[in-house]
């Protein structure tokens, strides 16, 4: 008897069974602290594997994880370009595998793209809520792409934010940004104006060289560090990586794929996992940075939510 063909749950089936990204917070942070937690956490999740595709300035990321007390089991496929020519193509793209944890049948293939977006956006506000100053009012996003709608999404519906202000390259895309969501922003004609006096920063980018340098940021501000995810990019310049309390998704991923901590030398407080957890201290009153590389089995959760939620015909 052959086993139940996977089922396909496109973008449009993922978005509608996760329409906010904050329905994901329980699952994230309870994932963050078992990862962090080591074996007796129960999460299995290799450094991902990267592809580069040289010639086209592209990457293929392969991200498996189990998470035994989720009894889940996925792997994304992930590709991010650097310099995409069609415009119309997303610069990264997604699919994630669900596997049946009990025999290895494949369950189900989700678009990732979506997951990636909200997951990734709701890990930068879980490490906010922890580390960001109190009386927080100014909000900064450096970069206008997918990611930027997404942690503008649930930074706007999680914290009260007198101000939200976005800086990209290219203008356009920001002004864009700032018709297109819910809410003013002001729009700055450099990253420096943008950051200036901000309590909290979130740099989105494809950048490859630092575009946030220490000497902007105000003392005691809070940084999402969400872009630079090969070993030679940066996004943040060395003082800024060497002057603040610096945490991290995954320590081993951290010192094998982000440039703004190998090329800084900067050393790593915690995990956000063992602040979730309350073996780390937050220490919300110094500058802080969250060097985010994005982990598999934050893609397990969600990936496992989304499954659920369309099998209960949600
Ligand atoms: N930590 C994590 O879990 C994840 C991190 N990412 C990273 O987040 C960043 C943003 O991703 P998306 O929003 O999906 O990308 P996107 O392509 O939609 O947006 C990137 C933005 O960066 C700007 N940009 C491009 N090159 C630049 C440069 N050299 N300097 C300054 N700005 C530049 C673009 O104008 C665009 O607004 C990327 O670095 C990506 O790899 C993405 C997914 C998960
Ligand atoms: O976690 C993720 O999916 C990614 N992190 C950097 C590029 C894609």
Redesign the pocket.
Known sequence: MGSTPPVFIGAEEVEKHLHRASLLLPALEAALANFSAGAAGGVVQPVRAVVPVQPHGGYLGVMPAYSAVDDALTTKLVT?YEHMKDSSV???QATILLFDPRNGSLRAVLDGSVI?AKR?AAVSAIATKLLMPAFAEVLCIL??????YSHYDIFTELFSFKEVRIW???KE?ALKFASSVNGPVRVCSSAQEAVSGADVIVT?????TP?LLGDWVKPGAHINA????RPDWRELDDELMKNSVLFVDSREAALTESGDVILSGAEIFAELGEVVKGTKPALPEKTTVFK???MAVEDTVAAKFVYDSWSAGN
Request: aromatic share 4%; glycine share 14%; hydrophobic share 40%.
């Open positions: 991010f997303p610069s990264h990636t990734t970069g206008a792409g997918v990611q930027a990209n390259r290219t895309k989105v980018t494809m950048a490859t575009i969400v872009g630079a995810s985010s590389l994005g």
